[in-house]
């Protein structure tokens, strides 16, 4: 098993684990509430910090593998070279997103150690589970900084958003073929 192939499983183990506990946590929580009377104290702030993570662990992950939507129409109708530009322009507009909200998290989670404040429900440091902030982003970053190095290599021409009409167009494709064959 080659690195990237590790990386892209680890990545993808954490995503999943990340869903799981948020499901289970939420579920936990709607059994101890409406069948026992009783809930979870710190159920809520967990799961918020939870799906805090997924989202900004998972949005580095959707870059990867193209994940995201977007609308790209304009740009696809533009000469190789030009979307090419074009491309990299946007690439660097997200690598500076990405580095104000690096330096704006730094900052936050300094001032939110120093003055050691902790989690409303929980005695745990707030800055230690905000850690995904600078990871998330720094993650961000890295998988821009990815995409710009292929656009430049020639390795890729844009982003690869996601084409939900394109993949529902196959999945009727599918379905109708599927209809046809048990018709026979």
């Not at 104290?41 to 593998?65: I, N, P, R």
């Not at 982003?159 to 993949?167: C, G, I, N, R, V």
Request: net charge negative; aromatic share 12%.
């Amino acid at each position: 098993m080659s690195v990237r192939n590790l990386v892209t499983h680890i990545e993808e183990a954490i995503l999943s684990l990340l869903l799981l506990a948020m499901t289970l946590l939420v579920f936990a929580e709607v059994i101890a509430r409406f069948g026992f009377n009783a809930g979870i104290h710190w159920a809520q702030e967990v799961t918020l910090l939870l799906s805090a993570w997924f989202v900004l662990f998972g949005a580095s992950y959707g870059v990867k593998v193209g994940a995201h939507i977007g609308v790209d129409v304009f740009v696809n109708k533009l000469p190789a070279g030009l979307h090419r530009g074009v491309t990299l322009i946007a690439v660097a507009l997200c690598l500076f997103y990405c580095g104000l909200f690096l330096y704006g998290s730094w900052v936050y989670l300094a001032k939110m150690k120093m003055i050691g404040i902790e989690l409303e429900d929980l005695p745990i440091p707030k800055w230690t589970v905000m850690t995904i902030l600078v990871i998330g982003f720094g993650l961000l970053a890295i998988r821009f900084l990815q995409l710009g190095w292929k656009v430049l290599k020639g390795e890729a021409d844009g982003f690869h958003f996601a084409d939900e009409a394109e993949e529902s167009m196959e999945i009727a494709r599918e379905l109708k073929e599927s209809d046809e064959e048990a018709r026979k």
